[in-house]
């Protein structure tokens, strides 16, 4: 199994084309135009856009726009801010469970914000969850957690107490 920097490459346009999948894939997501990226990321990130932000999430929620914004979140122009880009997941209070795996390879990422923020979605999702999918989350989360700084031990063990509760839920 990949240690949890090893999925970093993944996130390198470079090399990788990212495509988030979840239980029922969009097909359209790879519809959304760079430029539409480019402005939800201003939207949502830029200071001078500050009172537009609020309106801008619930837009998403009311469109039912994750894929945007899960988009901007995988974009390599995000890498500085893509922990505000996360934020914006709770903040927008959409259900993000589809794109479970998604989100626990952001929570095993070594950046602490951006970690710290996708363990926040998680923690926000309604499931119901896949028991397979939970279970491998369980061994990637161990795997990074025994590959982390003490400051970061803490967060990957409080995101297993979560997962641990989602395994034994029905």
């Known amino acids: 199994m990949e240690e949890s920097d090893d999925f970093k490459k993944y996130f390198n346009s470079e090399k990788y084309f990212t495509k988030i999948l979840g239980n029922d894939t969009d097909e359209n997501l790879l519809d959304v135009g760079e430029s539409k990226i480019s402005n939800l990321i201003s939207l949502l990130t830029d200071p001078i856009n500050k009172s537009f932000k609020e309106l801008t999430l619930l837009t998403l929620k ?24 996360i934020a914006a997941c709770w903040e927008s209070e959409i259900n993000f469970t589809r794109y479970f795996p998604f989100f626990i ?23 119901p969850f896949n028991k397979v999918e939970v279970q491998e989350a369980i061994k990637k989360v161990k795997i990074a957690r025994d590959n982390s700084t003490s400051e970061r031990i803490v967060l990957l063990n409080d995101l297993l107490d979560t997962l641990s509760q989602l395994e034994t839920e029905k």
């Open 62 to 85: 009311k469109e039912k726009s994750e894929g945007i914004l899960l988009l901007s979140i995988a974009s390599p122009k995000a890498k500085n801010i893509r922990h505000m880009l």
């Open 105 to 127: 390879l952001l929570a095993i990422d070594t950046d602490y914000m951006v970690s710290l923020e996708a363990i926040t979605v998680i923690s926000s999702m309604e499931g």
